[in-house]
């Protein structure tokens, strides 16, 4: 009876199990399943959460330090300035051209354009815009494409500086961490300033400023509104948006630009209307170490990447201050380039440069026309293409793509010339096509842009022959201009500074130096006859004839071969050579009496500078290139200047000349204040020569006396005015020179100066066993090219007289006899002379023939004088 309860409690029991395996409802269900997902979602985010942390973690610790950006030293262009401060080169690493401005300088319309394009809400953002990258996300699902990005100024930033260009996750991660930490560390201001001078706008160029300069030859804060929304526009993508390239795509970015500047509020509808209207010209891509000075801006490169190695100088924004003067260098090569244009005239017409098919002929003239860029203007060379032939008219039509017009036959006369072996005649031409064909390919230029018929053009060729010119300060030996050949793209030898060749005639003035060093006076007397020496070398003069008895003086004007040769005699080869390397000639000693013909090899530079002695008054200083270089803190890092010390050389190997007679004594000895300065010194323990690399002292050597000097200096004058360089006499100038022609006219030269500067001249062809042609001598073929340059050059300078210094006198002298001119002396000049050395005796009323005069009037009967292999002086 009391086991009841016990059954009732095992049938709850029962009813409980049965209840629990009772299918579950729905509802039930579809939560255990979200509750299952829900954990499975929380877990996987969970584990992606922890995976991107470790991720941001693993990257964060490699990531670059952002105090680098506070101190800024990008790559910058080092400029090469000429002495008035003018750009004339540029070096930089790769092509890479950024030159840093502050934000100050960059209008306030540039910034807003870059913030309305770029990062509309960059004052308001920590780094990244998270409303911009959501909105950049949809318009690209839209468009099915990307047609926006999402990255704002300070991302872009840590693109450019930070990290590398490469598209991938990772990046845009470091990214994503990097710009926040900019933000926090740098100010808005300080960002811009980064940005700006960072971004790469192509074209080479990297920065705001160096874009306005590549596109537009304008500095940044001289830009227009138009010009800021092209520039603004090129970073997003610098190749398809150049307007070099596809100008209808970077004035469609421009319109982009615009058009949000509006949008902005930065400016009106009227404004952006106004800047679409703009017609903007665009700077020619040039490469400005070509524009002016290629050789001379090469010529210092090699010196500062030799002293300073390259990452200084191609990366270091160095100020390179150099001495050159940009409108005397572009007298210089124009002056170049006129003269051996007409020098190669006298070479021989060679021909069209191509002769085409009718086809090939169209498609050349519409290539001529679509490579144009820039106005036309007179005197300008151009290719075209010959399209017709009027004999009857004596005239050519051609078609220079941008330009057509006629050529006149009196344009083509030049071609007359004919050179046949040693000689040059003229071929009449009467019919131009005697010359031309139709479909040539010639060489033209412009003598006008309008007539009746078109333009009317002159014949032209490219020169073969080369030339070079170096241009002074004789006073300080800064180089004023240097021309190093005909074209630099062609050829980078440089004639003036490597080129050796043998100075012919134009060495002579160191030989006469050297004389009147030794004793002898410019009224000495020196004969002019046939030479025959035992190896069978017979030495002649230009034109074959000799004049006998002569003043060095006149031997000198005259540039007279055999006088010179028993000069150099009677001093001797190894004093010659000597006192030429004093004068900075590196020439080798050698007993060989044609190095009075210049027969050994020198540089146009150092000829140039050795002819600065004499316009100098003795002095001797190597030409100077640069005259500072500062870093790009302004921190000078060298500086030349001439020293304020003159160290004397003394003269060895003086040679006994056994001089006899009243106008054959040495000079007397001058008292000190006559022959130097109260500073000048001893040459012992000077440097030897150039430049100090630790104080930039310039070292001033004396290597000639003031009164030498000046002799000298009125010698070369009678060069000018009665001698080989008279042409130079229509400048009607104080002018000093000489000119310098080698065998079977192979070299061309003229050296000679003013007060204020001294140029050299050299022509002639790079294989230098090739002649310039029959009677190409240095007063045809170098002369003009030295005229022309100094003619500009000097056209606002005052004309000053060559200063005698103390212990110099003057005498009336007979040009016959070199005596004192007498009452009877028909023929006398004012000659000066060291104190001492003037002749005393007066010329005779009648002076009878003296024996080596004999040889004179019978040279024409005997052929050749058969006077001793070592002629000596005439008592």
Known sequence: MEEKPQDQSEEQTEVRKVYLRQPASRAQTLLRILGFCAFVIGGGLGIVLLAVSLTVYLISRDLPQIKTLND????????????????????????????????????????????????????????????????????????GEIVQGGSTITQQLTKAMLLTPERSLVRKIKEAVLAPRIENNLTKKQILYLYLNQIYFGNGAY???????????????????AQIAMLAGLPKAPSRYSPYRNLTEAKDRQAYVLERMVEEGYITEAQRDGALAEALEFRDVTE????????????????????????????????????????????????????????DKRQGYRGALDHLPPEKARAKIESLRSARRGPLKEGEILEAVVTGLDSKRKLVRIDAGVLSGILPLSEMKWTEIKRRGEELIRVPLRDPAKLLRVNDVIQVRIKSLGGDEGAIFSLEQTPEVQGAMVAMDPKTRFVLAMVGGRSFLDSQFNRAVQSHRQPGSAFKPIVYAAAIEAGLTPASMILDTALVFDDGW?????????????TLR????????????????????????????????????????????????????????????????????EPIFIARVEDREGRVLEEHRLSEQVYREPLLMLPDLGL??????????????DLRDRNEISAQGAPVSGVDPITGEVAIRRVMNRQTAYIMTSMLQSVIREGTGVRAASLARNIAGKTGTTNEYRDAWFIGYTNRIIAGVWTGF????????????GSRAALPIWMDFMREALKDLPDEPFEAPRGITFARIDRATGLLAGPESENSFLECFIDGTEPTQFAPSTPAPRPDEFFRFDRDSQGANTDPPSPALIP
């Not at 960059?106 to 004052?123: G, H, L, T």
């Not at 017979?538 to 002569?550: H, L, T």
Request: glycine share 8%.
């Open 766 to 777: 790079d294989d230098g066993s090739r002649s310039l042609g029959p009677r190409q001598t």
């Open 288 to 343: 400005p170490n070509l524009e002016v000075a290629p050789y001379f801006v090469e010529h210092v490169r090699r010196y500062l990447l030799e002293r300073y190695g390259s990452d200084r100088v191609l990366k270091g924004g160095l100020k390179i201050h150099t001495t050159l003067d940009r409108n005397l260098q572009q007298r210089a090569n124009e002056a170049v380039e006129a003269g051996l244009r007409e020098l």
């Open 72 to 143: 800024y030293q990008p790559n910058l262009v080092s400029f090469v300035y000429d002495r008035n401060g003018q750009v004339i080169g540029e070096f930089k690493y790769e092509n890479q051209r950024r030159i840093v401005v502050p934000v100050d300088r960059v209008p306030k319309r540039m910034i807003q354009a870059f913030v309305a394009s770029e990062d509309k809400n960059f004052y308001e953002h920590k780094g990244l815009d998270y409303k911009g990258i959501v909105r950049a996300a949809i318009k690209n699902m839209r468009a």
């Open 538 to 550: 017979k030495p002649e003069n230009y034109g074959g004839s000799f004049q006998g008895k002569m």
């Open 207 to 225: 920065g705001v400023q160096a874009a306005a300069q590549n596109y537009f030859g304008i500095n940044v804060e001289d830009l227009s509104l």
């Open 554 to 621: 006149r031997a000198l004007a005259k540039s007279i071969n055999t006088a010179t040769i028993r000069l150099l005699s009677q001093l001797g080869t190894r004093y010659v050579v000597h006192y030429a390397r004093r004068m900075g000639l590196a020439i080798e000693a050698v007993d060989d009496l044609s190095v009075a013909l210049g027969s050994h090899e020198v540089t146009l530079t150092d000829l140039v500078n050795a002819y600065a002695v004499f316009a100098s008054e003795g002095l001797r200083i």
């Open 660 to 673: 006899e007679g009243d106008d054959r004594r040495p000079a007397r000895p001058l008292p000190a204040a």
